[in-house]
């Protein structure tokens, strides 16, 4: 019960206790009742006590309330003000006067809009006429003796119990930080906005670079492109271009059993004089107008490709037979009789081809068929040149004979199949043995004992002949070295090796052979070398520079098969020769004519005029012994001697030390 309910009762109660004393005397239980009105009263004035001590505490919680309102209040970090209905202020914390610039108690009674400034006093005034609920809005305050500032500012209505407007509460709020932090964003968003124009700028620059590049690349792929499938010169397909159509028409008729298809394999007659006599600027425009002639001689679905040099192959599909691809062969034969015309200068080049049909064998690789159209080829250079030639079953036999003999000369290396024989020179003055000539044998496990005419070229070809020949000069030097060290006493003194054309020409010739010197412990002055006419004839230049080399390391050479060839012995006097060897040819009819005596007679003539020593091949019988010392020979060579022996029999032979 609150304090107005117990005032009414005890009111109430006041009223009923007089009641009750007027009408004392004339109601008989009228004590009872003032008695229990008393009581009445005696408990109202407890429940009114007990009101009295909430009310106390009420009274104090309301005080804290306020005190921490008030605390609040005045401790706030934005400024509040209580202004009454025509804008006086009635309260302010310490935040509003700080702001505003003035003691608190100064803005008591003080109008609030001569704190606001004065180009914003205006739009206050609007603000305040309509106010009707809480606002918010931003103008500059104007503190006293100091600049205008911007706040911001909240303001709500005061309305008493009545629901009556009084007035407003204001909450001010100082925003120059913020602004000048916009104001530094709006500059920094201005910079970035510059600084992206700049960049996008430089970015649609380095776009278009970069789309210049890559149409440059686009380009440089496209042409690496075309440059990977045909060759530069000619502007023709080349071997991988070739070989991967090759290879897709091959598959195609496997799936057509009807479908025949033919490779044309050409090569140029004597290019090479044409290209080292008239220069490699002539040789490239007759490789240019030959391309022009085979494209002329195909049909559009047909592929003519160079390989390269002045190898040229053509594709020819979906032939009816042989005939279509013979009568291509001959178009081009025709188109290659015509002359050439290279800077005003007429040249006749003729052409070798050969065919290969593929139907002739069941291929299941390009690179087979290929293969066949060469060796076709090769056969019509064999038989003249200037014609073609049809890859047959003989041709494949023989390719097939070829290709074992490769397979079987392959694992010879492996196996260590080969040996060294050795025959021996003999001085004609003194008719001892001066040395050897070392000579290869391949001990085949099926055909027996073979000579080098057996493999050699299939060495040369196949690039085998590189390692064979290693392991020769090797065997050689390391067997000579053995025999100087344990016959002093018949010493033999020289070793002669045989280099192939390939052989000669290989890079790192000179280093190999040291090393091989190096490690079997041989003198290089016990080391005789042997080259063909042909090493000299092929690059005099290179090979007199090589030869220098080798005579320089204190080597030996010798020409070998002397006669044979396409050199003179004027030719031989600017090569560091030491020693010439006769063809076996000449010296077997040494007897049966005075013509061949007399050639024999002028070569070693001119070789002494020369310096150098003369070795006679071949030598059978007492009398062509007798006739080549008579001319003054320093050497022979042959069955009468003896024949090539292995290295024991050899061994024997020089313990023996026979004389002739």
Same mark, same amino acid.
């Not at 060290?485 to 003194?493: D, E, F, G, Q, W």
């Given at each position: 019960?609150?304090?107005?309910? /117990?005032?009414?009762?005890?009111?109430?109660?006041?009223? =009923?206790?007089?009641?009750?004393?007027?009408?004392?005397?004339?109601?008989?239980?009228?004590?009872e009742?003032?008695?229990?009105?008393?009581?009445?009263?005696?408990i109202?004035?407890?429940?009114?006590?007990? !009101?009295s001590?909430?009310?106390?505490?009420?009274?104090?919680?309301?005080?804290?309330?306020?005190?921490r309102?008030?605390?609040?209040?005045?401790?706030?970090?934005?400024?509040?003000?209580?202004t009454?209905?025509?804008?006086?202020?009635?309260?302010a914390?310490?935040?509003?006067?700080?702001?505003?610039?003035?003691?608190?108690?100064?803005?008591?009674g003080?109008?609030?809009?001569?704190?606001?400034?004065q180009?914003h006093?205006?739009?206050?005034?609007?603000?305040?006429?309509?106010?009707?609920?809480?606002?918010n809005?931003?103008?500059?305050?104007?503190p006293?003796?100091?600049?205008?500032?911007?706040?911001?500012?909240?303001?709500?209505?005061?309305?008493?119990?009545?629901?009556?407007?009084?007035?407003?509460?204001?909450?001010?709020?100082?925003?120059?930080?913020?602004?000048?932090?916009?104001?530094?964003?709006?500059? !920094?968003y201005?910079?970035?906005?510059?600084?992206v124009?700049?960049r996008?700028?430089?970015?649609?620059?380095a776009n278009?670079k970069?789309?210049?590049?890559?149409?440059e690349?686009?380009?440089?792929e496209?042409?690496?492109?075309?440059?990977? /499938?045909?060759?530069?010169?000619?502007?023709?397909?080349?071997?991988? !271009?070739? +070989?991967? *159509?090759?290879?897709?028409?091959l598959?195609? &008729?496997?799936?057509?059993?009807?479908?025949?298809?033919?490779?044309?394999?050409?090569?140029?007659?004597r290019?090479?004089?044409?290209?080292?006599?008239?220069?490699?600027?002539? %040789?490239?425009?007759?490789?240019?107008?030959?391309?022009? *002639?085979?494209?002329?001689?195909?049909?559009?679905?047909?592929? !003519?490709?160079?390989?390269?040099?002045?190898?040229?192959t053509?594709?020819?599909?979906?032939?009816?037979?042989?005939?279509d691809?013979?009568r291509?062969?001959?178009?081009?034969?025709?188109?290659?009789?015509?002359?050439?015309e290279?800077?005003?200068?007429?040249?006749?080049?003729?052409? @070798?081809?050969?065919?290969?049909?593929?139907s002739?064998?069941?291929?299941?690789?390009?690179?087979?068929? #290929?293969?066949d159209?060469?060796?076709?080829?090769?056969?019509?250079?064999?038989?003249?040149r $200037?014609?073609?030639?049809?890859?047959?079953s003989d041709?494949?036999?023989?390719?097939?004979?070829r290709?074992?003999?490769?397979t079987?000369?392959?694992r010879?290396?492996?196996?260590?199949?080969?040996?060294?024989?050795?025959?021996?020179?003999?001085? #004609?003055?003194?008719g001892?043995?001066?040395? /050897?000539?070392?000579?290869?044998?391949? =001990?085949?496990?099926e055909?027996?004992?073979?000579?080098?005419?057996?493999?050699?070229?299939l $060495?040369?070809e196949?690039g085998?002949?590189?390692?064979i020949?290693?392991?020769?000069?090797?065997?050689?030097?390391?067997? +000579?070295q053995?025999?100087?060290?344990?016959?002093?006493?018949?010493?033999?003194?020289?070793?002669?090796?045989?280099?192939?054309?390939?052989?000669?020409?290989?890079?790192?010739?000179i280093?190999?052979?040291?090393?091989?010197?190096?490690?079997?412990g041989?003198?290089?002055?016990?080391l005789?070398?042997?080259?063909?006419?042909?090493?000299?004839?092929?690059?005099?230049?290179?090979?007199?520079?090589l030869?220098?080399?080798?005579?320089?390391?204190?080597?030996?050479?010798?020409?070998?098969?002397?006669?044979?060839?396409?050199?003179?012995? @004027?030719?031989?006097y600017?090569?560091?020769?030491?020693?010439?060897?006769?063809d076996?040819?000449?010296? @077997?009819?040494?007897?049966?004519?005075?013509?061949?005596?007399?050639?024999?007679?002028?070569i070693v003539?001119?070789?002494?005029?020369?310096?150098?020593?003369v070795?006679?091949?071949?030598?059978?019988?007492?009398?062509?012994? $007798?006739?080549?010392?008579?001319?003054?020979c320093?050497?022979g060579? %042959?069955?009468?001697? &003896?024949?090539? #022996?292995?290295?024991?029999?050899?061994?024997?032979?020089? +313990?023996?030390?026979?004389?002739?």
């Amino acid at each position: 019960m609150n304090v107005d309910g /117990f005032s009414q009762q005890i009111e109430k109660l006041r009223s =009923q206790v007089q009641e009750l004393l007027q009408c004392n005397v004339t109601k008989p239980n009228s004590q009872e009742i003032v008695i229990e009105a008393f009581e009445e009263l005696n408990i109202a004035m407890e429940e009114l006590l007990i !009101a009295s001590e909430e009310l106390k505490i009420t009274r104090a919680v309301v005080e804290r309330e306020r005190q921490r309102y008030q605390d609040l209040f005045e401790f706030a970090p934005d400024g509040y003000l209580v202004t009454n209905i025509t804008g006086s202020i009635q309260e302010a914390n310490r935040a509003a006067a700080t702001l505003l610039g003035v003691h608190q108690k100064y803005l008591v009674g003080k109008p609030l809009i001569l704190f606001i400034a004065q180009q914003h006093r205006q739009s206050f005034r609007s603000h305040m006429n309509s106010l009707q609920q809480i606002v918010n809005w931003e103008i500059n305050l104007q503190p006293r003796g100091g600049m205008p500032f911007p706040a911001s500012v909240k303001a709500s209505v005061v309305y008493d119990l009545g629901e009556k407007e009084i007035g407003w509460r204001w909450l001010l709020c100082d925003i120059s930080k913020r602004k000048q932090a916009e104001e530094m964003l709006r500059q !920094a968003y201005g910079e970035l906005e510059i600084r992206v124009a700049e960049r996008t700028a430089e970015l649609v620059k380095a776009n278009q670079k970069l789309l210049t590049e890559i149409t440059e690349r686009k380009r440089a792929e496209s042409q690496l492109l075309h440059l990977a /499938f045909h060759d530069e010169l000619t502007g023709l397909p080349n071997r991988a !271009a070739f +070989m991967k *159509r090759l290879r897709h028409a091959l598959n195609y &008729s496997k799936r057509h059993l009807n479908y025949l298809l033919a490779v044309l394999f050409i090569d140029l007659d004597r290019f090479k004089l044409i290209n080292d006599s008239l220069g490699h600027l002539s %040789g490239d425009q007759l490789l240019l107008a030959t391309a022009s *002639r085979l494209e002329l001689c195909v049909r559009s679905i047909d592929t !003519a490709a160079r390989l390269g040099g002045d190898e040229f192959t053509i594709l020819l599909e979906g032939i009816q037979d042989v005939s279509d691809a013979i009568r291509v062969a001959e178009r081009i034969e025709q188109e290659m009789a015509l002359p050439f015309e290279l800077d005003g200068q007429e040249v006749f080049i003729t052409a @070798s081809i050969g065919i290969a049909l593929s139907s002739t064998v069941d291929y299941e690789n390009p690179e087979d068929l #290929l293969r066949d159209a060469d060796r076709a080829m090769y056969q019509a250079k064999v038989l003249g040149r $200037a014609h073609y030639e049809l890859f047959n079953s003989d041709m494949y036999a023989n390719t097939l004979t070829r290709l074992k003999l490769e397979t079987d000369l392959r694992r010879a290396i492996e196996r260590l199949e080969f040996q060294v024989y050795y025959q021996p020179i003999v001085s #004609l003055t003194s008719g001892s043995i001066l040395g /050897f000539e070392a000579l290869l044998r391949w =001990q085949h496990p099926e055909r027996g004992l073979l000579n080098p005419a057996d493999f050699i070229p299939l $060495a040369e070809e196949t690039g085998l002949i590189f390692s064979i020949g290693n392991w020769a000069l090797h065997e050689a030097c390391r067997q +000579m070295q053995a025999w100087r060290v344990c016959h002093r006493s018949n010493l033999p003194k020289k070793i002669s090796v045989n280099l192939s054309l390939k052989q000669f020409y290989q890079p790192g010739l000179i280093e190999q052979i040291g090393q091989i010197l190096h490690s079997t412990g041989l003198d290089a002055g016990t080391l005789m070398l042997e080259i063909t006419e042909s090493v000299i004839v092929e690059n005099g230049d290179k090979a007199a520079t090589l030869l220098l080399q080798l005579q320089q390391m204190g080597i030996e050479l010798s020409i070998d098969d002397f006669g044979t060839g396409y050199s003179s012995l @004027s030719r031989l006097y600017n090569f560091p020769i030491s020693v010439l060897k006769i063809d076996r040819s000449f010296i @077997s009819s040494i007897g049966a004519s005075s013509r061949n005596l007399e050639i024999i007679e002028i070569i070693v003539t001119l070789a002494h005029k020369l310096g150098v020593d003369v070795l006679a091949e071949g030598v059978e019988t007492k009398e062509q012994l $007798a006739l080549l010392r008579n001319l003054s020979c320093e050497y022979g060579q %042959g069955h009468f001697f &003896s024949v090539p #022996l292995n290295s024991s029999a050899a061994e024997t032979l020089i +313990m023996e030390n026979p004389q002739w």
